[in-house]
């Protein structure tokens, strides 16, 4: 049997169809792996927000407003809060993630060093900043406690405070 320009043709047609197919389902797969990305954030959040309160004022910091998913948008800048927890002279800016990477805690910094200047009901208080995951490396922790930051981690089924007692936040 001998091969023609026409079975060829075919042949290309029926592979690119088939790749479409793949790529179709290779969309289909990292959309649905992306949702399920947010999901486990949001599951890790509502796992953080009951104890987040109760963490702090044990702490002595005497916080007692809840405010979960705050954006503002100023000056063409934008910022993102996933958990913002206050008093009138402390806002603690929780940032929540299933696994956190140095990368989220430098993003995290920038978003500190602009809060007040996006959200200037807050410019007399003092912003201290957290980052929470279920999943913390101990290069991560480390380096966000030497930043000034609150690490919260999943613990059996609470949530805890990685730092010790002789930890001093960063204020902004």
């Known amino acids: 049997m001998t091969t023609t320009i026409d079975d060829i ?15 179709r389902q290779i969309k289909s797969v990292s959309k649905q792996i992306g949702e399920l990305g947010n999901r486990l954030g949001e599951f890790v959040e509502y796992q953080v927000r009951p104890a987040v309160v109760r963490l702090f004022q044990e702490r002595g910091i005497d916080v ?3 405010h979960p998913g705050l954006s503002v948008t100023r000056d063409h800048e934008g910022l993102e809060i996933d958990l913002l927890v206050v008093n009138d002279t402390d806002a603690i800016l929780v940032e ?17 060093s602009k809060f007040k200047r996006l959200m200037p009901r807050f410019r007399d208080v003092k912003a ?9 490396p101990d290069k991560v922790a480390s380096y ?12 059996g089924e609470n949530v805890v405070i990685l730092n010790d007692g002789e930890f001093t936040p960063q204020v902004w």
């Open 9 to 23: 043709r075919e042949i290309l047609k029926e592979l690119a169809q088939s790749q479409q197919e793949t790529d």
């Open 64 to 66: 007692h407003e809840f």
């Open 96 to 112: 929540v993630k299933s696994k956190l990477t140095q990368r989220d805690v430098d993003e995290h910094l920038q978003r500190l």
């Open 128 to 136: 201290l900043g957290t980052v929470a995951a279920m999943i913390v």
């Open 144 to 155: 966000a406690y030497r930043q000034g930051l609150f690490v919260l981690v999943q613990s």
